[in-house]
Structure formats: structure tokens, C-alpha cells
């Protein structure tokens, strides 16, 4: 019987996939894995917190448990600090970015974006919640401290990309440039195994995830595209379902495999809409890409974006090619009309 590959197993056997192929892209690779079954484990637990908090189970610095999305944020920029492949790291958790700035980060090649905990708010409520990362070559010169620049890039500049899905089972998705891979992690064991080589997104699909909630705050090319979602015309498979966790790795994920687009557009409560552009869009764009699907602000590549701020928003469409392209045609279509 042929033994599944295990994720650190496959990380050393696609090295070779790398233009840049040191060793360094796996080692950073293989930090956030290890990172992620601790952030697993915990969130495994978090049903439990408060019967433990009642039984006062502080920790042993008499310090009240820490919220998730902290703690998580903590775990992987330990991981990354631990070696030496990463000079720094923006977080969502974080203000600015992080300088590991000491004579071995300095000389290291990469940078990482990263959103800890995405959707942490609906932990309270036992539903599923991710990790998304983002990682690129430095553009400052090795040896100095990580600048500013080099946390700005576009996203077709990213070397590898993935999220995590906390779920009914644990998932790490990622890319580097060269297909999509996903692997399910395997509680009893303790390891990520490849469960799905080679994915790709349905070309189209039956699902539409949008806050309907904002309809009345949508530009009218949104609201136009959500009636035709609705609409009944069975050649076209419409109606399509409604599907919105609230959760994006998650709704992006069930998406991935079934077929179906996200939209977070932008909305007169939110000109930019909410997401992130650094470490929750590009990242989950770079997967899309490399999956067969597409990932669009409405109306060009959400990749070729010139980013301005680490913590910049962007309205987001992403998913099955022919549905993003479908929402792109109403955004032109009804762009000069207010809504
Ligand atoms: P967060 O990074 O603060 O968790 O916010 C991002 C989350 C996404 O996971 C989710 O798709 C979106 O916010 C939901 O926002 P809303 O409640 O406005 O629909
Ligand atoms: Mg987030």
C-alpha cells in the first residue's frame, strides 16, 4: 500500500518547483505548518475556555486566557522569529509591520502578510475560521532592516500564497505559483496529509456569497448582478443558492470546490468595502489564479493592484472565472448610475 504524503513531505519533494530553490521557501513553508496545528489545537479548545476560565484556569503568569485571534497572531510570528528565513512580517493584528531586526533576519529573502485568524468572530459560535498568508521576495537589499516597500507589492509579485481553514476538519491550502494543493490534517497523527492534488475551481457554479444585509448601501451594478443571481432561468442554472458564512477562508473554500463567487464590494458605509487587500485578497487571488478561477476588484485583477497601505481595503470579487467575469459585465455595464 502506497502511504499518503504527508505536507512536510511534499513541501521538500516540490522544492525543486521553485525558480529560487534553496531549501529557505520550504523551511519558511514548514514554519507555518507547525505554527498552524498549535493555533489548531487551541481553537479545538475554545469551546472549553470558559469552563476552564470558571475553574480559574488562568495560566501560570496569573494572566487571563488570551483571545484566539492574539493568540494566533503571537504563534505565527514566533514561528516565523524562530529561524531565519523571514526579515519581517505584517499582521492584520498588527499596526505596522514587524522588523525581525537583528544580523541574521536581516540577511534573510522573505517577507509575510499575514491575517491570523480571519473570521474570528464567529468562533463564539463553533463555526469555522482560517489563516491566510502571503509571502514575497524582499526588494530592499538584504542585509538591512525589512522597509516599508517591501510589504507594498502587488500580488502577482507573490512567490506562494495558502490559508487554513479551521473546520469540521482542519485543511492547508497553498500555492507557489505552480497548481494549487490541499492537505487535511489528521488529528490523531498530528500531520497534514495531501488529500487534494492538483485542484482546480469549477469554471462556474450554483453559489453566490454576499452580506445581503448591505444590499441598499451595494453600487447598482452589485445589486443588479444579485437579480440576476436570482432570477429564474434553469439553461443558466439560475436561481443560484445563497451561501454566506461570514468566515471568508471558509466561504471561499466551499466555493473553490463546488463553483461559486464571493463578493464583498465596496458600499456607501464602506467605499473600499472591507477586506483586505495585503493578506486576505491577494493571497486568496494567487490560489484562485492557480486554481482556474479569477479574482477582480469589480473591474481589473485584483493582483496587478499597486498596494499604498499595509492595511488597505479593496472591494473583492472572487471565484469560478465565468461568475467573476459575469459580476464584472454588470459593474461596467452600470457604472455611472448611483445607487
Ligand atoms: P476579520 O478579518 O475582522 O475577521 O474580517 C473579515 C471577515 C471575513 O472573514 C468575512 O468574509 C467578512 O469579514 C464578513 O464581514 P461582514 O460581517 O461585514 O459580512
Ligand atoms: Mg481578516
Redesign the pocket.
Known sequence: MKLPLTLGEFIIENQRDFPYASGELSQLLSSLRIAAKVVNREINKAGLADIRGAAGNDNVQGEAQQKLDVFANDIFIRSLRARGEVCGVGS?EEEDFISFNDPIHNTSKYVVLI?P?????NIDVNVSV?TIFSIYRRVSDPGTPVQMRDFLQSGSEQVASGYIVYGSSTMLVYTTGRGVNGFTFDPGIGSFYLSHPNLTIPRRGKIYSI?E??YVHFPEGVKKYIKFCQEFNPESDRPYSSR??????S?FHRNMLKGGI?I?PKGTTAPNG???LLY?CNPLAFIAEQAGGKASDGYGRIMEIVPTDLHQRVPYFIGSIEMVEEAERFMKQYADLVS
Open positions: 492584520e491575517d485568524l480571519d473570521g474570528s468572530s482560517g452580506n444585509g448591505n454566506y458564512i461570514g468566515s471568508l477562508v466561504d464571493y464583498y472591507k477586506l483586505r486576505e
